[in-house]
């Protein structure tokens, strides 16, 4: 990986490289390759709107969006996984509902499935109190 200098001290060359110091003079006392120096410099000229090109902060928000990519392509490859893993086939069946077909199979669902599809199926809730109750005859036990 290679090496970062802090701005500060990136600051400094570039002022040094204004008041008339050279980069062959710059790079053999500061220990900094004479190419690192002219990327500084070019990358400065970008910024300041004098060169075409992305700048320091469009280049970092495109860091920031390719790290989050890259999060979200590794959880959507271990969700799809899980997926595959558990064999949850989502079908319809004959009333409209959704049910998973290994539970189907077997003539119940899970109590998580069961209390989604008892209540997508009737849309209310039972009593005054807003909770909604599992269909206890539609989970094995």
């Known amino acids: ?44 000229a970008i910024d300041r709107g004098l060169e075409r090109g992305l700048t320091s902060s469009e280049k970092e928000e495109l860091r920031a969006a390719r790290r989050r990519i890259v999060e979200l392509e590794i959880e959507l ?23 998973s077909r290994r539970w189907e199979a077997r003539g119940c669902l899970p109590g998580w499935l069961a209390v989604f599809s008892r209540c997508q199926s009737q849309g209310s ?6 909770q909604r109750q599992p269909a206890q005859s539609a989970m094995c036990g």
């Open 1 to 44: 990986m290679p090496y970062r200098y802090p701005p500060e001290f990136r600051r400094k060359v570039l002022d040094l490289l204004a008041a008339g110091r050279s980069v062959a003079s710059l790079s053999a006392d500061l220990g900094v390759s004479d190419q690192t120096i002219y990327n500084w410099r070019r990358q400065d």
């Open 77 to 99: 490859a271990v969700t799809r996984r899980a997926n595959e893993l558990l064999g949850a086939q989502v079908v319809t069946a004959g009333d409209g509902s959704k049910r």
């Open 125 to 130: 809730t039972s009593g005054g109190s807003g």
